[in-house]
Structure formats: structure tokens, C-alpha cells
């Protein structure tokens, strides 16, 4: 994908060049996959792939004086109120950077007509009505096909849409497209054989993350204020840790999940939105609650001051298994430490949240799903599925999988019996304070399509390992945007509440937020540059 200059609307995509420092370079040597272990002689960090010093960083901004403006959805919905711009033209000039920024950071697979034209019934005085979103492309809206980020699965029109979608449109935001995701979603970068690589919009070359990296990179960009995502493993926090965004994953079932993605052996997926602002988070997750209250779970109520409470927080500062973190993610995490300290919070440094087995449990499940939509992907994706297409992380998932069959059973059960029990902490602590990924934002193409099997997934083991312990807990946990690298990347922050404490996470994020605020454009000072040609298929919503 052409990241060149380009700009478009009279919204112009904006970027910016700057140099940095040289990075450093590592070994790229992998240890045994079946124990989950890499070598130590590998430092684990996107440096370790970064481009030469001297090297162009590139970034996307998308924000201009158009009706969409440079605030969040909170004072977008302001402005909408008092009629200062209406819901069409918010719509035109969301759509304007929509098309002009996907030229760099290849973040839609295809656009949706104005309206979406569903069956789903949107109340007149929809809480979220006119503010611009992105659905990821795992979720049905009807009419268009969903495709998953694969090869393998056919164009089939959607019937309906799905729960979450049908939420989603219920609360009035209205979808402009959808957006990329890693093949079915089980890799940490958003770089698929079937759409290519998305990137980041604080430097087009790294990657957004994964799985729900396509929103994270219209969020960021300034191209809406929200997008959906979804997270199984880590997916929604872990493009939140890229692209210097709020990222919450709720608890397991906060938010309605696909009745169809619910039939697996350990449920670990969830709902849930990208944002750049706190306050944006907890008004979509309050309008979601009055809309889809969720029995047996605590109310979250609308959040909108910091808790007067002070907390006792466990800091984790490793990984399981000796796993290696980058000194600048561990410096990050260090200093959001520091900070509640000062704020009045107490905090004392503890070991990871779950024993050396979980990661070999999760790995071991992984693979499963793996095999599962591998050889069996028709029965969900329809007919036309061919597993023969599926790329080469997937089949070799699948391989691994039936080779470790006579494990499965015993990592089942525990990981079973952690999802109904729990033991992550919370009996001495109130939240627990983590790096969300091992390093920052590797470059495209490291975690890719073409990287060989076993290199590929060691390097996944090394950058998201930490994550899924609350996919499999159903305990709702956060990335906050509160670091940043020597270059300028975005390093998120890792924050765990016990099970139906959405509250208490995000008055903590107001308190952080208001104590240390974050950067939400990737540019202030930038240059303007010419508009480049783009594709016809690309300046038009179309049906796929």
C-alpha cells in the first residue's frame, strides 16, 4: 500500500516525516514453540526490526476544519445538538477522511451505503445519533459480506446483523464501512494475503496491532471518533497499546456476543469500542447499559469523575515463562506506577497474574480454534469456505493442534476452571497495572502472512502474551495510552479490575487522563501535501 502523500475533502489527509534516532538491532533466533519459550538472546523489540537511522517516520492525520472538527464523540454529540452541523454533513466529511486516509493506512475492506439499510429499529433520540463508526469485519451487517480478513471465506451477503451490530446501530452510530482484521483474527498485526498490511497512523511503517486493527487506524487518524472492536486474546487492548488509543474489554457478557462464536469449548471473546478519550469510552459503555442492561453484573453506571477511593494496585513488571519486555515499555509501566503512587494510590510490585502453565494452557487452546475453523470453517462461513486458502499461521495452528490433541483435554479444564474461578489477584489488590504487549508496535511485516510458521508464531508468543488472562478470566481490563517510545510510538498501559468492575477502571483512566494527558493527534505541526490519484473503487461506497 502506497503511503505517499494524499489528501482528500476538503478534509485533507495531512502527514508529516520525522527522523529517528538509529535503532538498535537484535538477533532474531526463536526458541522451542511447543514450550512456549523463546531464547533470551533475543530482545524481543520492534527496534529489533526497525528500518535504518536516518529513515523517514511517516504519519497520518486526518483531522481538518470540516464539520467533524478535531474533538471526540462527546463533543461531537454537542455540537450536533445545538445544530451546529447536522448528522449529513458530519456523515460527508467523516466519509471525505475516510477515503483520502485509507490511501495510507489501508484500514477498510469495504464501504457501507448511507444509511445501512437493516431491519434494525433506531430510536429518533438515539443516545449516540450521527457519530460516524467503523464495524470490524467479523460481525454481520446485512447485506454485505463479512469476511474475516481470509481468502478462505466466500463473499456471502449477510442476512441480518449481528447482536452487537444491532446495538450498535440502535444507539445511533452510524457505520461507514467495515475494517480489517488478521486472518480470523489470531494474530496480534493487522496484515492479511487478502487485504495486505494495515498501518499505523503514528508511523505507516509499523503495524496498527491486532486483531482490531483497521479501527484502531481510522480512530487514530482522526477519521471517527469511535470504532468497534473485539477481543479474544487481547485484540481490542492490544491496537489500543499501538495506536495511542482507550481500550476497555469488558467483562464477559457485558456486552451482547454472536450466539455462534459463543459455541466453543472456553468462552473468551468480548464487545467492545476504540476511542481517544475516556469520557467517550464511559458514555458508549453507559448508553450501552441503559440500552442492553447485563444481568448479574454490576451496574457501571455513567463515569464521568475519578473515583475518591485510593487503591491498592499490583504492579507487574514480568512476564510469565522469562518472557522479555522492552526497557521502554517497562519504563512506561514503571512510571504510570509512580504516578498513582503520587496520586495517593498504593502500589507495590507483584508477579504475573496467572503461573507459567496458563501460557502453554492458552497456546494449546489457541491452536484449537485454529484447527476448528480450519477444518470445519464451511459449517459457520458457509459452502463456499475453502480451507485450502487459509494462510500459512493458520495451517500450521491447525498442524500443531492435532499433534498436542492428548494435551488438550487437561488444558481445557483448567483454563475451564479458571473462567468459573478466578485466582488473578484480586483477593489482595484492587486493579493490577501491566505492559500490555512485550515491546511497541513491530514494523509491517513481522508478524505477516509471509513470515514462516514457526518464526511467526515465537514472535507472536513474545509481543502478546500478556493479554489473554482476562479473556479466559472474564475480567475486564484496559490499555491507556500513557507512554510513548524514543521515536514517538505510542505504548499503552495495562489495567485489571475484578470481575464486573468496569467502573472502578475507568475512574482510574479519568484520574490518569486528567494527571498525565495523552497526545490525540498523531501531528500538530505538519504539511499539507498534494492530493495523489486513488483507485475509482476506492472514492465510492459499494456493495461488495
Known sequence: MDDGGQCGASGQVRLSTTTPGRARRGADSVGDVNEATPSRDDDATADSRSRDAGSARRLVDATTDDALGDGDATDLLARLAAREVSPSEVRTAAMARAQSANVHLNAVTHWFVDPVDTEVDVPLDAALAGIPTFIKDNEEVTGYPTTQGSRAVPDIQAPACSPIVTSLLQLGLAPLGATTLPEFGLTASTESSRFGATRNPWDTGHTAGGSSGGGAAMVAAGVVPIAHANDGGGSIRIPASCCGLVGLKPSRGRLPMNPIK???????????????????????????????????????????????????????????????IHPETLAAVRAVGELCEALGHHVEEVGPPAGDDFAQDFLRYWTLLALLLHRSGGTVYGEGFDGSLVEDLTKGMSAMALRQAPQVPGSLRRLRRMARTPDTGFDRYDLLVSPVTGYPAPPIGYLGPDVEFRDHLVRLIRFASMTPVQNVSGEPAMSLPLGRTSQGLPIGVHFAAPFGHERRLLEVALELEEAAPWPVRTSADVTTLPAAARPEDDLQASRA
Open 262 to 324: 459463543e459455541r466453543v469449548p472456553v468462552k473468551i471473546a468480548a464487545q467492545g469500542v476504540l476511542t481517544r478519550s475516556v469520557r467517550d469510552t464511559a458514555l458508549f459503555h453507559a448508553e450501552m447499559e441503559r440500552l442492553r442492561p447485563a444481568p448479574g453484573l454490576p451496574a457501571i453506571g455513567h463515569v464521568l469523575a475519578p473515583g475518591a477511593q485510593r487503591l491498592r494496585i499490583g504492579l507487574c513488571l514480568t512476564a510469565s515463562r522469562g518472557l522479555p
